[in-house]
């Protein structure tokens, strides 16, 4: 399948993370390279004794290797298929695929050996998002290793990655669709729109936040921020909230958040969706609202835009407060790579300022893959 002619020698004792099978190799522990590598190449990977550790995808960076296969077999034409099978038959095993939930996602990068590579599947159709070059250069292998394996539950295949790397275009791999696309989580009813909608089309990260807040949403009046799709509004109204605002700069996202509240049988009168900047929306509010969710979009991409992404995170959690009620619920997301979770925590925690009078309510915090994992009082 692969041409691993292409050599890269690793620094004595560089091999180390390899045998402990982690999936990068950086730029600092290589030694020699074969002449004319290109990015996305398949290369062969050798420890400073010539011995074969494994084969992965060439990029030009800091992290030069993502490995895709260990040891010294050489993949062959069935390497996707056997790769996304065992992915699938994962996700089936511990339910996360059944009949009231079929938006979910197939490939999570490494933590499916295939480093640089998402896999979402919305009812029917899959989205292809890569994240190196060698993933975009294989995007036909695995396009047609997914219809192999999810055969006829597959209709249609479309790769987006104009957002993740340079100069490529969108296209679809397998068949064709029509967008919006309506899918079910938890039995619920959602318009996806894959090829115009941020990311692969609807934030599968959030699906137990979104379980979470409707179990906890019941007589309660909630503020959905930065709402997007408005998953989190519909699954507050499934909970019995006594009424739920939805807010969001874009007035496209707006249009399709109210489209989803009105196909799960709510009524966007009674809960009102807003065009407009959340920070504006919720300055001069005091004690209006029992939950608050704050999913923004990345503050910092890079490193050197952190401190100001955590000014950002300062305020937004700050205005949060003001306009929560006492014994409310904040749940507070960042999904700023650089952002990790202790400054996250702190960030949060700083933002109930201790200078002004406050009163008692939780928070639910999570970072980049944004699970729950931070619960604070203030």
């Known amino acids: 399948m692969n041409d691993t002619s292409l050599i890269i020698k690793l620094k004595k004792g560089k091999e180390q993370s390899l045998l402990r099978k982690h999936p990068?190799?950086?730029?600092?522990?290589?030694?020699q390279y074969s002449p004319d590598m290109t990015n996305g190449s398949w290369v062969k990977?050798?420890?400073?004794?010539?011995?074969?550790l494994g084969f992965g995808h060439y990029q030009k960076g800091s992290i030069t290797v993502r490995m895709l296969s260990f040891g010294n077999t050489n993949p062959d034409q069935n390497f996707y298929i056997n790769k996304i099978q065992a992915a699938y038959d994962l996700r089936r095993g511990a339910s996360v695929i059944s009949p009231k939930t079929n938006a979910w996602r197939l490939i999570h990068g490494e933590g499916d050996g295939l480093p640089g590579l998402i896999v979402d599947v919305?009812?029917?159709?899959?989205?292809?998002?890569?994240?190196?070059?060698?993933?975009?250069?294989?995007?036909?292998?695995?396009?047609?290793?997914?219809?192999?394996v999810l055969g006829k539950k597959i209709q249609s295949v479309y790769y987006k990655s104009q957002g993740t790397l340079d100069h490529v275009?969108?296209?679809?791999?397998?068949?064709?669709?029509?967008?919006?696309?309506?899918?079910?989580?938890?039995?619920?009813?959602?318009?996806?729109?894959?090829?115009?909608?941020?990311?692969?089309?609807?934030?599968?990260?959030?699906?137990?936040?979104?379980?979470?807040?409707?179990?906890?949403?019941?007589?309660?009046?909630?503020?959905?921020?930065?709402?997007?799709?408005?998953?989190f509004s519909v699954y507050a109204?499934?909970?019995?909230?006594?009424?739920?605002?939805?807010?969001?700069?874009?007035?496209?996202?707006?249009?399709?958040?109210?489209?989803?509240?009105?196909?799960?049988g709510f009524n966007t009168?009674?809960?009102?969706?807003?065009?407009?900047?959340?920070?504006?929306?919720?300055?001069?509010?005091?004690?209006?609202?029992?939950?608050?969710i704050?999913?923004?979009p990345a503050f910092a991409k890079h490193k050197d835009a952190r401190h100001q992404a955590?000014?950002?995170?300062?305020?937004?959690?700050?205005?949060?407060?003001?306009?929560?009620?006492?014994?409310?619920?904040?749940?507070?997301?960042?999904?700023?790579?650089?952002?990790?979770?202790?400054?996250?925590?702190d960030t949060v925690v700083s933002s109930a300022n201790p200078g002004r009078p406050r009163h008692q309510s939780t928070t639910i915090a999570g970072t980049t893959g944004r699970s729950p994992g931070i619960h604070l009082s203030s």
């Open 269 to 292: 009168e009674e809960n009102p969706c807003f065009v407009a900047d959340t920070f504006d929306f919720l300055k001069n509010k005091a004690d209006v609202y029992d939950v608050i």
């Open 237 to 264: 109204l499934q909970g019995k909230a006594k009424s739920v605002h939805s807010v969001d700069a874009s007035e496209k996202a707006i249009a399709l958040a109210k489209l989803n509240i009105e196909l799960n």
């Open 24 to 31: 990068w190799i950086f730029s600092g522990a290589i030694q």
């Open 45 to 52: 990977v050798l420890s400073a004794d010539d011995q074969t």
């Open 169 to 231: 275009d969108n296209e679809y791999l397998h068949g064709n669709t029509t967008v919006p696309h309506t899918v079910l989580e938890y039995g619920y009813k959602f318009l996806v729109d894959w090829e115009s909608g941020q990311k692969t089309g609807f934030f599968l990260d959030q699906r137990e936040n979104r379980k979470l807040l409707g179990e906890l949403a019941k007589d309660r009046v909630v503020l959905n921020t930065f709402c997007y799709t408005g998953g």
């Open 122 to 148: 919305y009812n029917g159709t899959a989205i292809i998002q890569a994240h190196s070059y060698g993933m975009h250069l294989d995007r036909h292998s695995i396009a047609t290793a997914i219809a192999s």
């Open 310 to 345: 955590m000014k950002g995170y300062q305020r937004l959690n700050a205005e949060a407060f003001r306009a929560i009620k006492p014994g409310g619920i904040i749940f507070t997301f960042s999904c700023s790579q650089v952002v990790d979770k202790q400054l996250f925590y």
């Open 294 to 296: 704050l999913d923004p």
